[in-house]
């Protein structure tokens, strides 16, 4: 609770909070929807915003606001899935890498590099064209996941590398404690600012991904994400016959989306920062 | 005679460079010493000299070269952790960060007592740990839940030493206790050690390249040069009537605190730390005084003179001499 | 006739505090509490204090270094430039910028972070003469600053290395020639010796005595080492919870030290050939946050009375050279 009010005090932290509740709220609201996203002509098509569709209807017959709802929840499962898989491996890749050392240090920095060498997209694209009939949202956060980790990696690797050389690392092993447990114990807690920042980073960073993949046509467009809204939306020629609330729903939404995340990220990780943190301490 | 560590020509070698050019440092160079129960045995030298690595070897944070060590007389074997088997526990210079920030210092003491499982409850715990802070001057209650940043440099050591007896070890390694701690303060540790000497029978690895406090608080004493012990033997002896010419540029180097007593000679400082230990013959060759042609290609052995141990050419050819 | 002496820096009722805000709350350290100094040319003054005491604080008032969450509160600080007293907390940044390296100098605890660790020691000489002296007279300048280094019993080739190549000790000395470069009256130096092994610091302590020496300039040296102020300073101010509690010449503050911390200190270490056991200084230093009422020292003196708890003492002029604000000691004289 403590914590909580420490970061409203912290006005980039309130804005996003509060942006993030409403995004939530409309992902929750999917769940009440009264038309089904993935069907056609269930509504008056190419209508205006009015009391009745509140942002109103697109071209395929569908209510711009539910289906919104549907490509936000979308959006935040693809992106969880990635960021929460990644994270993992991340973590015990950097961690393992940085205490261990030696071979299994080259082998496994040797596999992250690789990974972000390797020209992201062009691997998506392939892979999308190969397993585009089973693309769903979990294939989709799975795959944006085993892309995400190597960076983070990387960073936590270099932070355990510096934190072994600590004296505290020597007297956690004079008292006895093993080498699991004082990674877990000692050196996670700095760990946690950077996991935290990359944790959100990585939410925006597949959010982004997931939309260029859609506007590109190399996922399922049969499901409501904002990627797929907005293909639909810009394929369809929404802007051209000025059908604005279509295509500015998602626009929107996916901007509010990436500054509330980078928001909400700067501010925790100040806030988690081993520094500030240390001030706080027994104060 | 008992010895609860024996050390028998130690000898730790690191290779440094590159593909192309690697160089071997020997920094622990055939090192042997014993040092008996409830004993303040002193490694001194300055920085760069061994006596941290030869301590680190001790404890088995790392594996000798060469050599062997002997914990009452059982070996130690390469990576065996000498604190887990062997009962030895260590403290190091910097009090600050001898406990993570972000954890309470409590936290390590518990964490000892459930590692080693010296307590079967909680209260147990509390009363052991208790005692054991009493023994450096501090109370649980005034301790429990408070992070290193509340503590003061000063308490934060003497915390360190509380939780290094935790485990009731038999021989303790204090690395550099006491060159972070402001020297008006340090006399309350050095007395610390006595006392623990004295009334646990506890031995103390001291290691320091302070021979003003090594006078007040050892029994003997090896100063050690780029490796090597250059001289040992009891603290009155070494440290009063120091034989070897290192050991006299140690000695006379320490600042009294006596305007009378200001230094009137000049000293040559080493120009480059790695040629000296890539010298042949004796290290301190190019800095000795009394240097002569012998030492600059043959590396002295050792010899005794009343009972102190000196590796130079001096004493031996003395020996060889007075022999004849 | 005994020449007297210039006062080359003065300071009056200086009063330099901390000001930290931390999540709303304010919290005030008065690290520099009502400092009287007068410093001489041509001589060495040692400042002597635990950790925690106010003394690097000291240093950088004197050094005229005021940066936030430093914040003069009260007093002047002076320095004579030529035969001019200046105040020196109301020039401006130029003028502050001229004074430093030329004027005044200062030789840091950590000598790494001295040296641009991208350049060689040479780059380091060249930027701080380049920014001071006119193009025409770098080249001279430069000549003069390696001389002083091999004078100084450097070797040649340090020039040309990086700073990370060098020994601490070595880059400590080089860092002291670095100072010392452009001539300066003044030089102040916090901790220079305390993270060096014994023999090298002997040969620190050498150099700058050679130095000033040479320059018969000023240095101020903050050190807790009693061992060190013994064989480099000519006076010495004992400094405790940002006040200094006792000055007087090294003979004296040796000798006869008066002030019940004083004492502690000048005991507390050990000297070889007696192994009684010797006592530390009861207690731990006092926050600068909240310093005790009254005396500061109060809580830990074994003398303590009950006008100590309650006032300051002032300075008591025990002597020409010698003067002391302890309550105990004015009521010897007077008693």
């Not at chain 1, 996203?37 to 009745?52: F, G, I, N, Q, Y």
């Not at chain 1, 369809?236 to 909400?264: C, D, G, K, N, Q």
């Not at chain 3, 100590?308 to 002391?324: A, E, I, T």
């Amino acid at each position: 609770m403590k914590t909580l009010l420490d970061l409203f005090k912290d006005y980039r932290f309130r804005h996003a909070f509060v942006v993030l509740v409403i995004i939530l709220v409309m992902a929750v609201l999917s769940f009440f929807s009264p038309y089904d996203p993935t069907l056609w002509h269930v509504v008056p098509r190419d209508m205006k915003p009015s009391a009745e569709h509140w942002l109103g209807t697109d071209s395929n017959g569908q209510d711009v606001f539910w289906q919104a709802t549907f490509a936000v929840r979308n959006s935040l499962i693809i992106s969880l899935i990635s960021a929460v898989i990644s994270r993992a491996i991340a973590i015990l890749v950097g961690l393992v890498a940085g205490y261990k050392g030696g071979t299994v240090d080259r082998v496994l920095t040797f596999i992250g590099d690789s990974l972000l060498v390797i020209p992201l997209f062009l691997i998506f694209v392939m892979i999308a064209m190969m397993v585009r009939e089973h693309m769903n949202l979990v294939v989709l956060g799975l795959m944006l996941a085993v892309f995400g980790w190597p960076w983070d990696a990387r960073l936590i690797r270099s932070m355990v590398l510096s934190l072994r050389e600590r004296d505290f690392t020597k007297t956690a092993l004079l008292s006895g404690t093993g080498t699991v447990k004082l990674v877990l114990k000692e050196y996670i807690p700095f760990t946690t600012p950077l996991i935290f920042s990359t944790l959100i980073n990585n939410m925006s960073w597949a959010i982004g991904l997931e939309i260029t993949l859609a506007l590109l046509g190399l996922v399922d467009l049969t499901i409501p994400t904002l990627g797929t809204m907005l293909n639909w939306a810009y394929f369809s020629h929404a802007i051209l016959l000025e059908r604005w609330w279509w295509i500015l729903t998602p626009v929107i939404l996916s901007l509010l989306m990436f500054i509330a995340l980078y928001w909400l990220s700067v501010s925790i990780s100040e806030y988690l920062d081993p520094r500030t943190r240390i001030q706080r301490v027994g104060a | 005679m008992d010895k609860l560590l024996e050390v028998n020509n130690l000898v730790k070698q690191y290779s440094q460079g590159n593909v192309i050019a690697r160089i071997t440092l020997t920094a622990v160079d055939h090192v042997s010493f014993y040092i008996k129960p409830a004993e303040i045995f002193t490694l001194a030298g300055e920085s760069g000299c061994g006596k941290t690595t030869t301590a680190k070897l001790v404890l088995g944070f790392e594996g000798a070269t060469s050599g062997t060590i002997l914990h009452n007389g059982k070996k130690q074997t390469r990576s065996e952790k000498a604190w887990i088997t062997k009962g030895v526990q260590a403290i190091f210079q910097d009090p600050f960060s001898a406990f993570n920030p972000l954890r309470t210092v409590d936290s390590y003491f518990h964490e000892t007592v459930r590692n080693f499982r010296l307590a079967r409850s909680k209260q147990e715990a509390i009363a052991r740990i208790d005692q054991k802070l009493r023994l450096v001057g501090l109370t649980y209650q005034e301790f429990a839940g408070k992070y290193p940043n509340e503590f003061s440099g000063g308490q934060l050591q003497r915390i360190s030493i509380a939780r290094a007896l935790v485990t009731d070890p038999q021989l303790l390694i204090a690395d550099e206790p006491v060159s972070m701690v402001d020297a008006s303060l340090r006399m309350s540790i050095a007395n610390l050690f006595k006392q623990l000497r004295d009334e646990l029978g506890v031995s103390i690895l001291y290691i320091t390249h302070d021979l003003a406090t090594a006078y007040y608080v050892s029994d003997r004493i090896a100063i050690m040069f780029r490796g090597n012990i250059v001289e040992m033997g009891t603290v009155e002896e070494v440290l009063m009537n120091p034989r070897h010419p290192y050991s006299k540029l140690l000695r006379d180097s320490i600042p009294q605190a006596d305007p009378k007593k200001r230094w009137t000679t000049t000293v040559t400082l080493a120009e480059l730390e790695q040629e000296e230990y890539l010298r042949q013959g004796c290290k301190f060759a190019g800095r000795c005084p009394d240097v002569m042609e012998i030492c600059k290609s043959v590396v002295p052995t050792e010899s005794y003179v009343d009972n102190v141990l000196v590796k130079c050419h001096k004493y031996s050819e003395a020996q060889v001499s007075s022999a004849s | 006739m005994v020449e007297e002496k210039q006062i080359i820096l003065r300071t009056e009722y200086l009063k330099a505090f901390y000001v930290l805000e931390m999540q709303g709350t304010q919290k005030v350290a008065k690290a520099v509490n009502n400092v009287d100094l007068q410093i001489y040319e041509n001589e060495i003054y040692g400042i002597a204090g635990e950790s925690g005491c106010g003394k690097t604080t000291l240093l950088k008032t004197l050094f005229n270094e005021i940066v936030p969450p430093l914040r003069l509160i009260d007093g002047k600080l002076y320095y004579r430039i030529g035969s001019d007293e200046v105040d020196v907390t109301r020039i401006s940044a130029e003028e502050k910028r001229k004074l430093r390296m030329e004027y005044i100098s200062f030789i840091p605890q950590g000598s790494m972070s001295v040296f641009n660790p991208v350049l060689k020691v040479k780059g380091a000489f060249a930027d701080f003469i380049g920014s001071h002296i006119s193009e025409h007279k770098r080249g001279e300048t430069f000549d003069l600053a390696r001389k002083r280094i091999l004078e100084l019993g450097l070797p040649q080739n340090v020039f040309d290395v990086y700073p990370h190549q060098l020994s601490g000790g070595m880059r400590q000395r080089v860092t002291i020639a670095l100072a010392a470069s452009l001539n300066p009256r003044i030089m102040i130096g916090d901790e220079p010796t305390t993270a060096l092994d014994v023999v090298v610091q002997r040969g620190v302590i050498q150099m700058l005595k050679d130095i000033q020496r040479d320059l018969k300039n000023t240095i101020i040296m903050v050190t807790h080492d009693m061992g060190v102020h013994a064989n480099i300073a000519d006076r010495i101010g004992i400094m405790y919870a940002g006040k200094i509690v006792e000055e007087a010449t090294t003979e004296r503050i040796f000798a006869h030290p008066l002030h019940p911390y004083t004492r502690f200190l000048i005991n507390s270490l050990p000297k070889f050939g007696d192994k009684r056991m010797r006592d530390s200084c009861p207690g731990s230093p006092p926050s600068l946050i909240d310093p005790p009422s009254g005396c500061p020292f109060h809580p830990r003196c074994p003398h303590v009375t009950d006008i100590c708890r309650q006032q300051m003492p002032d300075f008591n002029q025990v002597d020409k050279d010698h003067k002391v604000a302890c309550w105990l000691v004015g009521e010897e004289q007077h008693g």
